[in-house]
């Protein structure tokens, strides 16, 4: 019945069985389930190499075939652990033997059942819907900083606006063939997407003297739909929308080779949606040339002249587009360059950077890998856990949390930037990191949206929505990512005090770094939730601006990850917004940020955190009364823009902090396009099916507590009954005087007599003392049984 096992007998003649292997084959023999002949299988040259070298043969073997030449059980035991270990090919994998006392051996820690990655396996390559097509070359970038700064360009006034011509006048030079957009939703994937052979998409060029760009964006993270060539170097491109949709273009990432030294190109993309944007400000492209990587070590830098960005001039009677100019000089011939909207970070970026953690003996201590669970193309959703080991269980319950989340929007990259930078820092030996690693439990889910990552989306998942206006969905299968992101926050809440909340995200409109939060109603902790912000302003004052961030909580932000986990309790819940260009503030005003600035923000968010929970609360408190004189000013200045006057010497500190608070609009996709119509039934089933539920959970009494509890109130009720014809009715005449007092002084005093004659009356005044003090899924109880009864029986105020 089990052939694989005497295949393997016979193939391991020179190889001694794991002793576990051994127990296995005479368990299965005894039981009938391995039905070769001992007879034959004992005479044959494995067999009886297996026996011989068994410790159960040396023990009944070779000191006889009886257990009572041994007598002493521990005696046997020794002989047999001594046996093991002088032989290393019987050790067990799973016992720990210590030098000092080789006879008892211990358990090996059982292994990470969920860990991802190793150094004996590959990386998981990245699974595509397989709709898309995607090229086998392996791209990658060097990480390196400008040792200059990269200052922001200046609008001469006199930028050129080309005119959009399109493909009738042009020539279509690169163009993907199908791109899912609205009306279709996602399917199935697969690793390396698409089937078949992998079409050339670019032009052939006619000779070594045809200068046309080759294109290229099939690869990760990458996006570009379309390239027309409408003068020798001048082009015009489509974005590509986020799969399953039919707008959110703003990231791009795409490949040019074939390129020329001298010559002036031009680039026009004309499709974007966003009426404002950080280029009309002096934000410039990304720019990486291979060549420079590879013999100079340069890797991304800003670039770009002629920088336009204005209304596109073609009217289709849809929604307006706007376009993206600029003209650039590439630095060599027949190099291959890459331009991006910001400095890429991919999902493969992040399992290389997540290896190097996994391989690290000592960060591997602290830090524990596992998969929170699979997005919807199945690609591993990450969560890293944080802290170092303690010494006793109080002191690991006492431990608060900190949860911190990026890449919810794919195509915001500098969540990842920022993100990496914390790491970085949170996994280092620095006596500051350690501390925090002593006094924090660190959740860390550094890219919750991995298949928008891949595919190159600028927001949606494949689901087609934005996955930060859904966090209080129920559809665990169409958006697995936040709904155990939730599930994980809710379940850490039960164990522990959540001290802080924060999801990195990019912004396109504003420059800077800033943070959106949300007002505290709870006047114990007036302005708490501002202190964070503050703090962290004063320790990157070139970076970060506290007069940016906004704590309204907004209608449409209900379903956003810091409104969600800010109702479900944590006071300190933020999505911290970084700009795709650059500073206005001190030193750094009027540069773009780099790698190394977003990286070092998350440097200062830890030293914040040590801020904050510093026992000496000297700096909190000066925070408190500064955010205090700040409101004031705010206040009066609101109050003056309206013509109005106010003391703000009395009550303003009651005022209403949205009243004075603009809105936190800052993206287009702030109202939630609501579910796609193949999930929008599914959700109104689940809800149907939850609300049946619910229902017949009050119904029905689930647990044997309830059942006493039941039974004990039915007994009560028949003894007050026997009551009325027993001579003990003149002793109820105190408690009613009590109750009738009591009832003068109640709201519900006119409803009821003072005095009343009516020994049945009286009855159910003491009862109503009685059970005034059940909980409320058991008042409907009481009403059952007196029905008559003219005050409800939760009317009594304690």
Request: aromatic residues 12%; hydrophobic residues 30%; charged residues 25%.
């Amino acid at each position: 019945m089990f052939p694989a096992l005497e295949t393997q007998l016979n193939q391991e003649t020179h190889r001694l069985p794991d002793p576990y292997e051994d127990f296995m084959y005479r368990h299965l023999q005894y039981y009938g389930y391995f039905k070769a002949q001992r007879g034959s299988l004992s005479n044959s040259a494995t067999y009886q190499h297996i026996q011989k070298n068994n410790p159960q043969y040396l023990l009944n073997g070779s000191l006889g075939e009886k257990d009572d030449l041994i007598p002493d059980t521990l005696q046997k035991e020794k002989l047999l652990y001594s046996h093991m270990l002088s032989s290393p090919r019987l050790r067990s994998r799973q016992l720990l033997y210590d030098e000092l006392d080789e006879v008892n051996p211990r358990l090996r820690e059982p292994r990470e059942l969920f860990s991802i990655l190793s150094t004996k396996r590959p990386l998981q390559a990245p699974r595509w819907p397989t709709e898309c097509e995607v090229i086998k070359e392996n791209i990658h970038h060097i990480e390196w900083a400008p040792p200059q700064l990269e200052y922001l360009y200046q609008p001469t006034g006199n930028e050129k606006v080309p005119e959009i011509v399109g493909e009738k006048k042009g020539t279509v030079v690169y163009q993907l063939d199908s791109v899912p957009t609205e009306g279709s939703y996602f399917t199935s994937s697969r690793v390396g997407g698409k089937r078949g052979i992998i079409k050339q998409l670019a032009v052939t060029l006619q000779g070594p003297e045809d200068n046309t760009l080759l294109f290229e964006s099939r690869f990760e993270s990458g996006n570009l739909q379309k390239a027309v060539r409408v003068d020798t170097y001048e082009y015009e491109l489509t974005l590509r929308t986020d799969l399953y949709t039919n707008k959110h273009t703003q990231w791009f990432y795409f490949r040019v080779q074939n390129t020329r030294k001298d010559p002036t190109y031009r680039f026009t993309i004309v499709n974007l949606l966003k009426s404002k944007s950080l280029y009309t400000v002096g934000m410039k492209p990304l720019l990486y040339s291979q060549l420079d990587a590879d013999t100079r070590n340069i890797g991304w830098r800003r670039e770009g002249n002629e920088i336009k960005y204005y209304k596109n001039n073609t009217d289709d009677g849809q929604q307006p587009f706007y376009c993206l100019t600029w003209t650039i000089q590439f630095p060599y011939d027949q190099d291959t360059c890459f331009f991006a909207h910001f400095y890429p970070y991919t999902y493969t970026d992040l399992q290389c950077y997540l290896l190097s953690v996994a391989n690290n003996p000592i960060q591997s201590q602290f830090c524990k890998l596992r998969t929170l669970c699979r997005s919807l193309a199945g690609n591993t959703v990450y969560l890293l856990t944080i802290t170092n080991p303690s010494q006793t269980p109080q002191e690991a319950a006492a431990k608060k949390a900190v949860v911190l989340s990026a890449r919810v929007h794919p195509g915001e990259s500098n969540g990842s930037w920022v993100m990496k930078g914390f790491l970085d820092f949170i996994l280092s030996n620095s006596p500051d990191a350690r501390l925090l690693r002593d006094i924090f439990v660190f959740k860390v889910l550094p890219m919750l949206n991995p298949d928008g990552v891949i595919v190159g989306n600028y927001r949606c998942s494949l689901a087609g929505r934005d996955l930060n206006r859904h966090y209080k969905t129920i559809l665990k299968e169409s958006f697995p990512c936040i709904w155990y992101t939730r599930n994980m926050i809710k379940r850490l809440l039960e164990e522990r005090e959540v001290l802080l909340y924060c999801d990195f995200h990019g912004h396109s409109r504003k420059n800077n770094i800033f943070l959106y939060g949300c007002n505290n109603n709870n006047h114990k902790y007036w302005l708490h939730e501002r202190v964070f912000p503050l703090m962290l302003s004063k320790n990157a004052p070139d970076k970060f601006s506290f007069h940016s961030c906004n704590f309204k909580v907004q209608k449409c932000k209900e379903g956003t990850g810091r409104v969600v986990m800010w109702r479900m309790g944590i006071l300190n819940s933020y999505t911290m917004e970084s700009t795709f260009g650059g500073s206005t503030l001190g030193s750094k005003k009027g540069t773009h940020f780099t790698t190394e600035d977003l990286k070092s923000l998350g440097y200062h968010v830890c030293d914040t955190l040590l801020d904050l929970c510093d026992p000496d609360q000297t700096k909190f408190t000066q925070c408190l009364a500064e955010l205090k004189e700040l409101l004031r000013q705010k206040i009066h200045k609101k109050f003056n823009e309206l013509g109005r006057d106010k003391d703000l010497e009395g009550s303003w500190s009651n005022i209403s902090l949205s009243d004075i608070e603009s809105s936190t609009s800052g993206s287009d996709s702030s109202l939630s396009d609501g579910l796609p119509v193949h999930l929008a039934n599914i959700a109104d089933e689940l809800n149907q099916k939850k609300k049946m539920l619910q229902r017949k959970k009050k119904k029905s009494l689930q647990t044997r507590k309830q059942r006493n509890e039941q039974y004990q109130r039915k007994n009560l009720m028949r003894k007050l009954k026997l009551t009325e014809d027993t001579a003990e009715r003149a002793g109820f005449a105190s408690t009613l005087q009590k109750q009738t007092n009591f009832f003068k002084n109640s709201e519900n005093s006119s409803s009821l007599p003072v005095k009343n004659e009516n020994p049945r009356l009286n009855e159910v005044v003491f009862l109503f003392d009685s059970f005034t003090s059940l909980p409320q899924s058991d008042k409907y109880y009481s009403h059952l049984c007196y029905p008559n009864l003219t005050v409800p029986l939760g009317a009594r105020k304690h």
